[in-house]
Structure formats: C-alpha cells, structure tokens
C-alpha cells in the first residue's frame, strides 16, 4: 500500500461509521417525533425532546463529513492516494505531511491560526481553492451544483440545531419552505424544528427527489442526506 493510503483510507472509514452512528440514533428518535394523545403514554420521549435527538444526530453527521472533507483533502494535498491509488493531480510537489498541507492551504504557519482560516464547511470555498492545489478535474471541484447546494442546505439546518439565532431562524424558515414547496415568507407550523423537517418524506416532494437512494427504509430527508453523504465519499475518495 503507498504512502498515506492507509490514513485516506481511514478517513472514509470514520466517516461512514459516524452517518451508521447518526442513523442509529435517528431510528428510535423518528418514530418518538410522532404521536397522537392515545399513543403518547407509551413514548420513549416527549416528541420535542425526540425531535432535539433528530437534530443532533444530523449535527453530528455534518461535522463527521467536514471532518471527512478536511481530512481527505489535506490528505490528498500531501500525495496521500485513495485506498484503491486514487490522487488528484497536484498543481506543484506535495507537502510534507497534512500539518504542512494545512499551513499551505492556510498560508499561516501556527496551527490554531490555520485551523481557523479553513471553511471546510463550505462547499464552494472548497472548490475555489482546490483549483490552486489540484487540477481543475479534481473531485473537489467537480461536485456537481445540485449537490452544492444539498451541502449548503445541510449547513442552514445545522446551524439552526445549533444556534437560535434569528438569522438561523430566517434562513431554516426559507429553506424547510423551499424544501416543502411552500411561499418563502410563509410562517411554519407553531414548534416545527429541524427535526421536523428531517423526518419529512421526499416522495410527495418534487423538489427533494434528488435524494431519493435506490435502497430506503424511510424514505425521509434524513435518510436521503445519509445516503448523498455516503455517495459523495465514494465521489471524492473512490
């Protein structure tokens, strides 16, 4: 095996093993998400604490695939291969390591400020410089737009687990109104939180069907995030 394809190797692992520990959460926290007052009583969690698990769950899916795109990404900058030898054509020599690959990328030289200066939560940042490091074909650059903006969309709904903000507010209300094909100043339902949302079924949505996977147990907007997530590692790291 060469050099780095072990640890390339090991971030798609780490990552599909996070959206395995993100579904298994999800699973029981879905069906809590609904009831009716007969059924109530026999509920594991009150409904919005169950919706707050469906949250988090994604929160930490999102995480896991910036984790994956960051790591994959220096990974590759220092001549690290796919585990079956896939490497992007490098624009100049490979970096040391992925600590050298972080400082190039960054253009600072201490760690903290480096991290810092990194976006790889934003998928369009992360196609504008791979064109620097990489050839223009590189899978970086090569997402296609539909999936750019799934990857953005995923971020609105993060950041509206996370903060409670009233931009987060506005920018959720937007985009679960895009999602369900409704006006985009129209109000949502009284308490409808991204978990909400994410347990919504695709099929009745023409707008969502670009996540429909061939093979489904829910058929909802969670499961069709786990699958792009999944159909993107084997895009960027085949």
């Not at 795109?69 to 040391?96: H, I, M, R």
């Not at 949505?205 to 907007?221: N, R, T, V």
């Amino acid at each position: 095996m060469k050099k780095g394809a072990a640890a390339q190797k090991r971030a798609k692992q780490n990552f599909l093993s996070a959206l395995e520990t993100a579904c298994r959460i999800y699973g029981p926290a879905r069906g809590w998400c609904l009831y009716d007052y007969e059924s109530f009583e026999g509920t594991a969690y009150h409904p919005t604490v169950a919706q707050k698990i469906v949250g988090l769950a994604f929160l930490g899916a999102v995480s896991a695939w910036e984790d994956f795109v960051s790591e994959t990404y220096l990974g590759y900058l220092s001549g690290y291969p796919s585990d079956k030898g896939y490497l992007p054509k490098l624009c100049c020599g490979p970096a040391l390591n992925r600590k050298h690959a972080l400082m190039l990328a960054s253009g600072e030289a201490n760690g903290s400020d480096a991290d810092r200066k990194m976006r790889w939560n934003n998928p369009r940042w992360v196609k504008s410089i791979s064109k620097i490091h990489f050839s223009s074909n590189n899978p970086f650059n090569m997402l296609p737009e539909n999936c750019v903006k799934r990857l953005e969309a995923a971020n609105v709904i993060r950041n509206r687990v996370a903060h409670n903000s009233s931009k987060a507010k506005m920018q959720f209300k937007h985009l679960a109104n895009q999602m369900i094909e409704a006006p985009k100043e129209a109000p949502l339902p009284p308490g409808f939180s991204p978990g909400m949302l994410l347990i919504e079924m695709v099929e009745p949505h023409p707008a969502l069907h670009d996540l429909e996977g061939d093979e489904h147990h829910w058929g909802d907007i969670f499961e069709g995030y786990m699958g792009l997530w999944k159909r993107l590692a084997d895009f960027i790291s085949p």
